[in-house]
């Protein structure tokens, strides 16, 4: 059932937007029909046999131990800094790379190397930063991942960090800050990287961010997700998203404000082009809060090519089901004629999300339709009683890698949810909710030959050694699904459901993979189950954790140690202590005292000590 904002957009006489693109969404262009045409692949390189990746194809290479490495640099500058913003028509204050939101796309081929200049320009508050580049492995450079507290110390105001990591798979991704739920506020971007072709296609359309959008500052979310339940005058529980934006835009019924925000309705609408007959590319990326998304488009099917950075064989559907961090590419095949509109539609989960307003709405207009025109069209109906992903039977990789049967360890995770001693509400993975410390980054730790932290349990720290394959079975006792990401990996997904797992394991010789997965809901006599594998063969540290940015804060969250001998060999660069340098010496003279999973109390000069021998 359509919402009241969504029956009012689809009653519009046309789409012409009320706000100018730089109010809405500030020096980003996504959304517009004057977003960038995206090509096959980068020409400014070499092209070995007509490729920039040669003769590797997604039948012939293994992504995890082969591909190319063309030493082609690619580099972008980044600014964080605070800014205004009204994507949906409300003004707020927001995080924004460059002043743009979305943030800018970063666009490479497989096997370059993507280096980011990053500097934290944020004030009013000052806060630090750092940015993840999900689903990139880093097996060459894991301190680089961008989380603080584990791979490196938050990037302090007023200073900057490079990140420089190879483009090791190819497909669509996304960037975001990993500091507290700062991603929330704005700090996303996608991320395409070109690589060879498994399915045919005529026009790549581009990233498709998908995000539910909250009109409160994200850090007046936090308190309200972490504060205990009689604390007054704060607003109690998770909180509830109030919009669904397609590419950072939408509109939304101004009547609804209530505390003073400036809102000015019909802001405008995303919008497409297609051209009839031909196939179309979406890349589709889930780069919200706390929904899963639910994508259609009005009178087309979607043939699903991949999933997060794995390519897969083709299949049909009407809906694309996406938890947070989740990617699916899809190819659309235009088949109206050339003055045709449709409605595209992404829905927050009524079952699963908590939406006061669930339904996002974009235009797609063919090449000789009124790009002004309200489309008419009818949306698609769905099942939406799963809260989980495609039927794993469905989700077959091109290249196949299989799992094997008797992983060297196997590690059982409950999730449990309820108050500590103080009445907070957290998460619990096996009985230890997460907290870090900024001061001190594990990887660190972990490469001086410190792998036991008897003082600090609530790193959540599991240390799998030198065993070369690891199975983790997920017991989801929460009456609500987590989206389950894995940094420095894609995991084969051997099994999910509710109830008991009976050892099956689908497709086993080439299960699907992917570097988030749905847990469904459970309780603790029937739990969500995701059973997930993965090869040791990235020495780090590596967060596996809900990607709900709330569930995060509330401590579901736990950190792998994997080949820790390897792991000490490794020499890491010195901008990781220098980064750690200015993290203490800001701390020193502005404490900072985070109330979610992000941070134990900063306390000056504990980070200098800790490099003394880091440096190269």
Same mark, same amino acid.
């Given at each position: 059932? =359509?919402?009241a904002?969504?029956s009012?957009?689809?009653?519009l006489?046309?789409?012409v937007?009320?706000?100018? +693109?730089?109010?809405?969404?500030?020096?980003?262009?996504?959304?517009?029909?004057?977003? $960038?045409?995206?090509?096959?692949?980068?020409?400014?390189n070499?092209?070995?046999?007509?490729?920039?990746?040669?003769?590797?194809?997604?039948f @012939?290479?293994?992504?995890?131990?082969?591909?190319?490495?063309?030493?082609?640099p690619?580099?972008?500058?980044?600014n964080i800094?605070?800014g205004?913003?009204?994507?949906?028509?409300?003004?707020?204050t927001?995080?924004?790379v460059?002043?743009?939101f979305p943030?800018p796309?970063?666009?490479?081929?497989?096997?370059d190397?993507i280096?980011?200049?990053?500097? @934290?320009?944020?004030?009013?508050?000052?806060?630090?930063?750092?940015?993840?580049?999900h689903?990139?492995?880093?097996?060459?450079?894991?301190w680089?991942?961008?989380?603080? *507290?584990?791979?490196? %110390?938050?990037?302090?105001?007023g200073k %900057?960090?490079?990140?420089?990591?190879? =483009?090791?798979?190819?497909?669509?991704?996304?960037?975001?800050?990993?500091?507290s739920?700062?991603?929330n &506020?704005?700090?996303?971007?996608?991320?395409?990287?070109h690589?060879?072709k498994n399915?045919p296609?005529?026009?790549?359309?581009?990233?498709?961010?998908?995000?539910d959008w909250?009109?409160?500052?994200?850090?007046?979310?936090v308190?309200q997700v972490?504060?205990?339940?009689?604390?007054?005058g704060?607003?109690?529980?998770p909180?509830?998203?109030? @919009?669904?934006?397609?590419?950072?835009?939408m509109?939304?019924?101004?009547?609804?404000v209530?505390n003073?925000?400036? %809102?000015?309705?019909?802001?405008?609408?995303?919008?497409?082009?297609?051209t009839?007959?031909?196939a179309h590319?979406?890349?589709?990326?889930?780069?919200?809060?706390?929904?899963?998304?639910?994508?259609t488009?009005?009178?087309?099917?979607?043939?699903?090519? =991949?999933?997060?950075?794995?390519?897969?064989?083709?299949?049909?559907?009407?809906?694309?089901?996406?938890?947070?961090?989740?990617?699916?590419?899809?190819?659309v095949t235009?088949?109206?004629?050339?003055?045709?509109?449709?409605?595209?539609?992404?829905d927050?989960s009524?079952?699963?999300?908590l939406a006061?307003?669930?339904? =996002?709405l974009?235009?797609?207009?063919?090449e000789?339709?009124?790009t002004?025109?309200?489309?008419?069209?009818?949306?698609?109906?769905?099942?939406?009683s799963?809260?989980? @992903?495609?039927?794993l039977?469905?989700?077959?990789p091109?290249?196949?890698?299989?799992?094997?049967s008797?992983?060297?360890?196997?590690?059982?995770?409950?999730?449990?949810?309820?108050?500590?001693?103080?009445?907070?509400?957290l998460?619990?993975?096996?009985?230890?909710?997460?907290? *870090?410390?900024?001061?001190?980054p594990?990887?660190?730790?972990?490469?001086?030959?410190?792998?036991?932290?008897? +003082?600090?349990?609530e790193?959540?720290?599991?240390?799998?050694?030198?065993?070369?394959s690891?199975?983790?079975i997920?017991?989801n006792?929460?009456p609500?699904?987590?989206?389950?990401?894995?940094?420095?990996?894609?995991?084969?997904?051997? &099994?999910?459901?509710?109830?008991?797992?009976?050892g099956t394991?689908t497709?086993?010789?080439?299960t +699907?993979r992917?570097?988030?997965q749905?847990?469904?809901?459970?309780?603790?006599?029937?739990?969500?189950?995701?059973?997930?594998?993965?090869?040791?063969?990235? $020495?780090?540290?590596?967060?596996?954790?809900?990607?709900?940015?709330?569930?995060v804060? &509330?401590?579901?969250?736990?950190?792998?140690i994997?080949?820790?001998?390897?792991?000490?060999?490794?020499?890491l660069?010195?901008?990781?202590?220098?980064?750690?340098?200015?993290?203490?010496n800001?701390?020193?003279?502005?404490?900072?005292?985070?109330?979610?999973?992000?941070?134990k109390?900063?306390v000056?000069?504990?980070g200098?000590?800790?490099?003394?021998?880091?440096?190269?």
């Amino acid at each position: 059932m =359509a919402s009241a904002v969504a029956s009012a957009i689809t009653a519009l006489a046309s789409l012409v937007p009320a706000l100018p +693109q730089s109010t809405t969404n500030g020096a980003s262009t996504l959304g517009t029909l004057q977003a $960038p045409v995206v090509s096959d692949f980068l020409t400014s390189n070499p092209l070995p046999n007509g490729f920039p990746w040669g003769l590797d194809t997604v039948f @012939n290479t293994n992504p995890y131990t082969g591909g190319p490495v063309t030493g082609i640099p690619r580099t972008y500058n980044f600014n964080i800094a605070r800014g205004f913003i009204a994507p949906d028509g409300v003004n707020k204050t927001a995080l924004l790379v460059n002043g743009a939101f979305p943030a800018p796309t970063i666009e490479a081929n497989w096997g370059d190397t993507i280096t980011v200049n990053v500097c @934290n320009q944020i004030t009013g508050p000052e806060e630090g930063t750092s940015l993840h580049w999900h689903g990139i492995l880093q097996k060459t450079t894991p301190w680089f991942d961008g989380v603080p *507290a584990v791979q490196q %110390c938050p990037i302090a105001p007023g200073k %900057c960090l490079t990140y420089s990591f190879i =483009a090791d798979l190819y497909g669509t991704s996304w960037y975001h800050s990993h500091y507290s739920a700062q991603y929330n &506020a704005g700090l996303i971007g996608a991320m395409i990287i070109h690589g060879p072709k498994n399915v045919p296609y005529d026009i790549d359309v581009g990233p498709i961010l998908l995000t539910d959008w909250y009109h409160t500052p994200e850090e007046q979310l936090v308190v309200q997700v972490m504060e205990t339940p009689t604390t007054p005058g704060v607003p109690q529980g998770p909180p509830f998203s109030d @919009n669904n934006l397609i590419n950072g835009k939408m509109n939304y019924n101004c009547s609804l404000v209530t505390n003073g925000q400036a %809102c000015t309705p019909n802001a405008g609408l995303a919008k497409f082009k297609f051209t009839s007959g031909k196939a179309h590319r979406l890349r589709l990326i889930n780069a919200g809060s706390e929904g899963i998304q639910r994508f259609t488009i009005d009178g087309h099917n979607m043939t699903v090519m =991949a999933n997060d950075f794995v390519p897969v064989q083709p299949y049909t559907t009407n809906v694309v089901t996406l938890g947070i961090g989740q990617r699916t590419d899809v190819i659309v095949t235009a088949t109206g004629p050339s003055n045709s509109v449709f409605w595209m539609r992404s829905d927050l989960s009524p079952t699963c999300d908590l939406a006061n307003q669930p339904h =996002a709405l974009a235009a797609i207009y063919y090449e000789n339709a009124d790009t002004n025109k309200t489309p008419t069209s009818t949306a698609t109906p769905y099942d939406d009683s799963k809260c989980g @992903n495609d039927p794993l039977a469905s989700t077959i990789p091109f290249f196949p890698f299989p799992a094997t049967s008797n992983p060297a360890v196997t590690q059982e995770i409950d999730i449990t949810f309820g108050p500590n001693k103080t009445g907070n509400n957290l998460f619990y993975m096996n009985g230890v909710s997460f907290r *870090a410390n900024y001061d001190h980054p594990l990887l660190v730790l972990a490469n001086q030959g410190n792998f036991s932290y008897p +003082q600090d349990p609530e790193w959540n720290v599991y240390n799998f050694g030198n065993n070369g394959s690891v199975r983790i079975i997920v017991h989801n006792e929460f009456p609500a699904s987590h989206p389950m990401h894995l940094h420095g990996h894609n995991f084969n997904v051997l &099994a999910e459901g509710v109830g008991t797992w009976d050892g099956t394991i689908t497709h086993q010789q080439n299960t +699907q993979r992917r570097d988030v997965q749905l847990v469904q809901p459970g309780s603790t006599t029937s739990p969500g189950y995701l059973v997930l594998q993965y090869d040791t063969d990235n $020495p780090g540290v590596w967060p596996f954790h809900c990607h709900i940015a709330w569930h995060v804060s &509330a401590g579901l969250y736990i950190n792998t140690i994997e080949q820790d001998a390897l792991l000490q060999k490794r020499q890491l660069p010195q901008s990781v202590s220098q980064t750690c340098v200015d993290w203490a010496n800001y701390t020193g003279h502005d404490v900072v005292d985070e109330i979610d999973s992000g941070l134990k109390r900063s306390v000056k000069g504990r980070g200098l000590d800790l490099f003394a021998d880091a440096s190269e």
